[in-house]
């Protein structure tokens, strides 16, 4: 008898708990890794007009990964980088071609496997989120030192949400 009330009631509490992080604006979401040990964090403090999401890729006892997204024109896409120590300032295209360690897409991805593009500062935060080629294009260059806890996977999930 007593599982039959505390089943539904945490059943209850777990979609709750996936209302409130649903809530949280995407500025603000924290994400983990499906089935993997990396995270990323956005941040809501853009400095540039172009840039639409800020974010971090954080790699257990590594470095963190500055990233960004900028929607494209023409048709409309949402396309991300992600750069490891990039020199500030008047820099050419070789200098951030060399600093960037992904780049591509940024998809959101809804539990009922509908596929759309990542939502903008001040929208809802996505539910999962779909980085493509991420973990290869990690794995292939130059932070694949042996050490490095790199992400095994693309996708990310919703896990919290900044105050």
Not at 32 to 44: C, L, S, Y
Not at 102 to 123: F, H, K, M, S
Request: overall charge negative; proline content about 7%; charged content about 20%.
């Amino acid at each position: 008898m007593r599982l039959r009330t505390f089943l539904p009631g945490l059943f209850a509490a777990s979609c709750l708990a996936g209302q409130a992080l649903a809530a949280c604006p995407q500025e603000l979401s924290v994400y983990t890794e499906v089935n993997g040990e990396t995270g990323i964090d956005f941040r809501p403090d853009s400095e540039a007009a172009l840039v639409a999401n800020s974010f971090r890729l954080v790699l257990p006892q590594g470095p963190l990964l500055e990233g960004h997204v900028m929607w494209t024109q023409g048709p409309e896409r949402p396309f991300g980088a992600l750069m490891l120590d990039c020199p500030q300032g008047d820099v050419t295209g070789e200098e951030i071609a060399a600093c960037t360690h992904w780049q591509g897409v940024v998809y959101a991805l809804g539990t009922d496997g509908e596929i759309g593009l990542i939502p903008r500062q001040g929208e809802d935060a996505a539910e999962r989120l779909l980085f493509p080629d991420l973990s290869r294009m990690l794995r292939a260059g130059p932070l694949n030192d042996g050490k490095a806890v790199l992400p095994e996977w693309d996708v990310y999930a919703l896990s919290g949400c900044q105050e």
